[in-house]
């Protein structure tokens, strides 16, 4: 899977939190496809 984006935010309970996003190259065949 390639990083598409990486962002910070603040909970609130004041923590940061570092989110990073992915996205897959191929689809086909992959058993968590139905999850996306």
């Known amino acids: ?4 984006g990486t962002c ?3 909970t609130k309970n004041g923590f940061e939190q570092e989110i990073h996003r992915y996205q897959a190259q191929n ?3 992959c ?6």
Do not use: A, F, V, Y
Request: contains cysteine; aromatic residues 0%; charged residues 25%.
């Open 1 to 4: 899977m390639t990083n598409i």
């Open 8 to 10: 910070k935010r603040e």
């Open 27 to 29: 689809c086909q065949g």
């Open 31 to 36: 058993p968590l496809r139905s999850l996306c």
